[in-house]
């Protein structure tokens, strides 16, 4: 595994807006029509933040810190759950206040996880593989392409998780659109900086990494060869 000199601040924010959008999903908000709940407008930043991982670091480098975020979340929840289970103090007269706002937090966890899980590694997956085939050209075309089938993998499956038995078909439906409609434009527009970032971390690492023989099994965890140029 290479010393790389960025990683750290890549993965850091990463982590952070991952932890922070779960939190801010138990909220529903309507924007211009559009029905979805509050993480999404900040977790369509993880999937630039991720298409970064695998674009500068490879898909090695991007498969750890998915599995960490994985870890950071699940630990999130768990203390959410458990410190909404202990007594409250009798000072403290807020907890039924924690109980509407953070007691759906777990299951909104769970089903940023396994939706996360899913649509990150699906995006990683189909960029890295793209750019062997494109030959390292077009980062937008690879960008905006893992992201439609990795958003549409991760809306769908955090909705349905997330909210059913909550809201009627229709509500779900809405937010799913909503959600997708939302993550991928996010993805689109922000490409510009991505493309500003991604040449910028190159230029520090002074690599251009290429996953030519990378086993892209996502519970593989170590490589015996990979490649850079």
């Known amino acids: 595994m290479k010393n790389w000199k960025t990683i750290d601040i890549v993965s850091g924010l990463f982590i952070s807006i ?5 939190i801010v999903s138990t909220k529903l908000v309507t924007f211009y029509k559009f029905t979805f709940d509050g993480g999404t407008f900040l977790f369509p930043l993880s999937y630039i933040f991720g298409d970064i991982l695998t674009e500068v670091y490879g898909y090695s480098s ?6 960490i975020g994985f870890i950071c979340a699940l630990i999130m929840s ?6 909404g289970k202990i007594p409250a103090s009798p000072e403290w007269n807020f907890q039924e206040s924690y109980d509407i706002i953070l007691g759906i937090t777990p299951r909104i966890v769970l089903a940023s996880l396994i939706a996360y899980l899913i649509g990150n590694f ?7 593989k793209l750019k062997l085939f494109t030959k390292g ?12 089938v990795g958003e549409f993998l991760d809306s769908s499956f955090f909705v349905l998780i997330a909210f059913y038995g909550f809201y009627r078909g229709r509500v779900l439906l809405a937010i799913a659109i909503s959600n997708y409609i939302f993550k991928t ?5 922000f490409t510009p900086l991505t493309y500003a970032i991604v040449n910028l971390l190159k230029r520090i690492e002074g690599v251009d990494w290429f996953d030519t023989k990378t086993n892209f099994n996502p519970f593989a965890f170590k490589d015996k060869i990979s490649s850079t140029d």
């Open 78 to 83: 768990i203390n959410i759950y458990v410190v």
């Open 137 to 148: 050209k077009f980062l937008f075309a690879r960008t905006i392409s893992s992201t439609i």
């Open 18 to 22: 991952l932890l922070v959008s779960n």
């Open 122 to 128: 699906s995006n990683s997956f189909i960029l890295a």
């Open 62 to 67: 991007a498969r750890r810190i998915i599995w």
């Open 185 to 189: 434009l996010v993805e689109i527009i």
